[in-house]
Nanobody
Framework: QVQLVESGGGLVQAGGSLRLSCAAS????????MGWFRQAPGKEREWVTH????????YYAESVKGRFTISRDNAKNTVYLRMNSLKPEDTGVYYC?????????????????WGQGTQVTVSS
């Protein structure tokens, strides 16, 4: 049974930082590209960033470029999202997901497995 479990969310003031983690089990982690998505209340889920299977190709939405950093540790079956200079508009539920496309994708339909999400709230 595949499980993706996010952690590290919380309440932070604008300008602050958080690091999200996503621990995977039940799959050959190194075979999957991993992505982070977020969903704000009343909005569709949106792509934030993704990383290829090897961890050497990274992609970011323009809204987070320069502030967020994705990384992975295949030995620990974990993907991370470091979020700096947080803004109120970064508020939402953050989901990690696993894609069979080795380079990853910005499309939610290309992701096979999803975590349950972790809440990030940025106060102004």
């Amino acid at each position: 049974q595949v499980q993706l479990v996010e952690s590290g969310g919380g309440l932070v003031q604008a300008g602050g930082s958080l690091r999200l983690s996503c621990a995977a089990s039940g799959l050959t982690f190194g075979s999957y590209a991993m992505g982070w998505f977020r969903q704000a209340p009343g909005k569709e889920r949106e792509w934030v960033t993704h990383i290829n299977w090897a961890g050497d190709s990274l992609y970011y939405a323009e809204s987070v470029k320069g502030r967020f950093t994705i990384s992975r540790d295949n030995a620990k079956n974990t993907v991370y999202l470091r979020m700096n200079s947080l803004k109120p508009e970064d508020t939402g539920v953050y989901y990690c997901a696993a894609s069979l496309y080795v380079l990853g994708s910005r499309d939610t339909n290309d992701y096979k497995y999803w975590g349950q999400g972790t809440q990030v709230t940025v106060s102004s």
